[in-house]
């Protein structure tokens, strides 16, 4: 019984390896200049909404701006010592305003990274090169973890 187990189990094992290997080649690109102009084209798609993304929050960062009245008369309050902010300003900065500069200072960052990226992938710079992936490599980590960084003082 023991041979017979042992058979059973070499030949489930080559079914997994039959398995991960036929998911591996599904998986690898066999032209690998189509593989390139399929990144180029996810990186720069994935650049564009995290760009449209905080260009978004710095114009509605979170808790609103407060509005104007409805005469349209943009007055702000003569007692600056109240937490009341003027039309059109931010209420985080006003209520928090350390928090609101490092929401700023964070979102601003990935912005620019993030049109970086897609400046470097629009100008035409061949992919192939080491330095050209490496640099969009180094951009697209610091625009993910700075997108998280705005996210999570956002909050």
């Not at 030949?11 to 189509?34: F, I, P």
């Not at 992938?121 to 980590?141: A, D, E, K, Q, Y």
């Amino acid at each position: 019984m023991n041979v017979e187990s042992e058979r059973k189990d070499e030949q489930e094992v080559k079914g997994w390896r039959k398995a991960l290997k036929s998911v591996g080649n599904w998986l690898a690109h066999k032209d690998k200049d189509e593989w390139l102009k399929d990144m180029r084209g996810v990186l720069s798609l994935v650049s564009t909404v995290i760009a449209t993304m905080t260009f978004q929050s710095a114009l509605n960062p979170p808790g609103g701006v407060r509005p104007g009245n409805e005469s349209g008369v943009v007055q702000c309050p003569e007692n600056s010592a109240d937490n009341n902010p003027c039309p059109g300003e931010s209420i985080l900065a006003v209520l928090y305003p350390d928090e609101y500069k490092i929401f700023l200072i964070w979102n601003t960052t990935c912005f620019i990274s993030s049109l970086a990226v897609c400046l470097l992938l629009v100008s035409g710079f061949p992919l192939n090169h080491r330095f050209f992936t490496w640099l969009l490599s180094i951009g697209m980590c610091i625009t993910i973890s700075s997108l998280t960084l705005t996210y999570m003082t956002g909050n």
